[in-house]
């Protein structure tokens, strides 16, 4: 069975995980995740790890984000997205005062290093349970804030009472948050109207395809589509290995530094092996204790 990673254009109303359910029955596979998820309100990259991919879904966590989202002003609800219950609504004095001079000087004072509060419907878990399944419950938990840098966030629009906004951020940035914090730096509060995840990592929209369209071609068509093991991964270092150490490889036999012909990163940092045709065949690590080889991840070679 093929293993790789399938861009996804998600469409509005369904779950990440129904998304990914899909296309593990349509290819038949035995094993499917994906690196991140979107809100079931919320469109775009959904990136869809198969088979042996879902063994490198970790590598992505970390990574980089960019979204399209719409601010709806004047209105808070208790999930901070369309989803949820109206908590306050501003009077229309409030809304009348607002200027665009005010709105983008509040929108760009959010970029840069920062902390924030993670909303209490999401999937952080306490002791256990997601935060979301506890607050439908009536019981909220607050978490500490986490620290989240805003690489830049642009205003493609201002049509009141909706603001338009382009962001890129680090991984854990919540744009539920961001825009319940916009809106009471105004003053008149907000929630996230819409959401389109444009960017994850080195991927991008332009490169996904709709879920309907991927069923549509069928499984051929899907596999077809699939990034290889070896192209997922292209920030992190890798070395080409020889029959001898792929045979070391195949047998789970330790592999040394005189091993692997050439630059080895620092301790901790992961590094990819692949055979002499470009196929991954595992992830290793050099140990900064005993200076030796130890394998992350080892794949079917």
């Not at 998820?37 to 992505?60: E, K």
């Not at 590094?271 to 470009?278: A, F, G, Q, S, T």
């Amino acid at each position: 069975m093929k293993s790789g990673i399938i861009a996804v254009h998600k469409p509005e109303g369904i779950s990440s995980a129904a998304v990914v359910s899909r296309i593990k029955r349509l290819l038949k596979a035995k094993k499917a995740g994906h690196t991140g998820t979107l809100d079931p309100f919320a469109t775009g990259l959904l990136l869809c790890a198969v088979n042996q991919a879902t063994r490198i879904s970790g590598y992505f966590l970390g990574g980089h984000k960019r979204y399209t989202a719409q601010l709806r002003l004047g209105i808070e609800t208790d999930t901070h997205d369309l989803t949820g219950k109206i908590e306050y609504q501003a009077a229309d004095d409030v809304m009348a005062s607002l200027t665009k001079t005010a709105i983008k000087q509040a929108i760009v004072s959010f970029g840069g290093i920062q902390e924030q509060l993670a909303p209490s419907f999401s999937a952080l878990k306490h002791n256990g349970q997601p935060l979301y399944k506890l607050a439908r419950q009536g019981i909220k938990i607050q978490k500490p804030p986490r620290t989240i840098e805003i690489f830049s966030i642009d205003i493609l629009s201002i049509e009141l009472p909706h603001v338009n906004i382009e962001v890129y951020c680090s991984a854990g940035t919540y744009i539920r948050s961001l825009a319940f914090d916009i809106g009471k730096k105004l003053g008149c509060g907000a929630h996230l109207s819409k959401l389109c995840r444009t960017g994850s990592s080195q991927f991008d929209l332009d490169h996904a395809v709709g879920l309907e369209k991927i069923e549509a071609e069928g499984r051929d068509a899907a596999e077809e589509l699939m990034i290889p093991l070896s192209e997922c991964l292209p920030f992190l270092p890798a070395i080409i290995v020889d029959d001898t150490v792929m045979q070391k490889i195949k047998y789970g036999q330790r592999v040394s530094e005189k091993d692997l012909h050439g630059k080895i990163p620092e301790p901790g940092q992961p590094l990819k092996l692949l055979d002499m045709d470009n196929a991954l065949v595992a992830i290793v690590e050099l140990d900064n204790d005993q200076h030796r080889i130890n394998y992350s991840c080892v794949f079917a070679v």
